[in-house]
């Protein structure tokens, strides 16, 4: 089973970071029985459940985007003025 990153297990809500850990058990369960057709699944399961978890990362970083921006021409601004 491949986990997530711990960036998008920190942005999952508490329901889905429950159901994501039980989806984890019981697909490490299905691996140690070789039954790697039904983990597929639940790794399928899982990939599902993260991606507003994912979304929620990129906006996170669309955010800090923006505030570098807006602090970068703030920056350039005030350097402008000093010069004037």
């Known amino acids: ?11 999952l809500t508490r329901e889905e ?4 850990n039980a989806l984890m058990e019981v697909g490490g369960f299905l691996e140690s029985q070789n039954r790697y057709d039904l983990a597929y699944t639940v790794q399928k399961e ?20 923006r ?10 601004a005030l350097e402008s003025e000093d010069e004037e």
């Open 46 to 65: 899982v990939d599902l459940l993260i991606q507003p978890g994912i979304e929620r990362l990129k906006e996170k970083g669309r955010e800090r985007d």
């Open 17 to 20: 970071l429950e159901r994501y």
């Open 67 to 76: 505030a570098t921006e807006e602090y970068l021409r703030s920056k350039e």
């Open 1 to 11: 089973m491949r986990h997530c990153s711990v960036q998008v297990r920190g942005l």
